[in-house]
């Protein structure tokens, strides 16, 4: 075997970190399968790494800090809307709450987060984070001009409200799937 060029060493070197990075993956993923401290839901943290773990929280250490939880492909902000606010309000503070310099939206509408209430409600008050309350909520869905659709939690009723109705809001983020 002659000598390598230093494309090849370069291109072998790549190889090979790509190899142990996917190791390192694997190995974090079976680890967290058999925990028994694994949560019942994803949670992310402010530097957007993602886990099944909560970390040891360390004061002013970025990166341990919950943010959000993940359910099916949504983000949603472990923190509610301040008060309660018309629909254009929580749109408006929505889209100001930033995540990783994404804006943020309200729930989607055909979110299934009642089958999931009392789990997630359990997850958020371990990780510090605000229960969803009993009650409706906002969506980002638009019925038309005046009015917007909303969502009972509790039970995943959808109605349609006028947009001045003061109801609970909470920020939230579709993830995009990655590509291959």
Partial sequence: ????????KARLW?????????????????????????????VIYDDGSRSFLLRPQYLNQ???????VIVNDVVLSVREGLMRAD???????????KFLDAEMHQLPLNTTLHTLFYRLNLLLEHVGGERFSLGWYWTEKEADKNRAWAINLRTGEMKVFEKSKILRFRPALR???LKC
């Fill in 1 to 8: 075997m002659g000598k390598l060029s230093n494309f090849e």
């Fill in 87 to 97: 629909w254009d309000q929580a749109q408006k503070y929505c889209q100001w709450y």
């Fill in 62 to 68: 970025r990166g341990n800090v919950v943010i959000g």
């Fill in 175 to 177: 993830l995009t799937p």
């Fill in 14 to 42: 790549v190889e090979k970190i790509k190899q142990e990075h996917l190791e390192t993956e694997v190995l974090t993923i079976l680890q967290e399968s058999v925990n028994p401290n694994k949560l019942d839901f994803e």
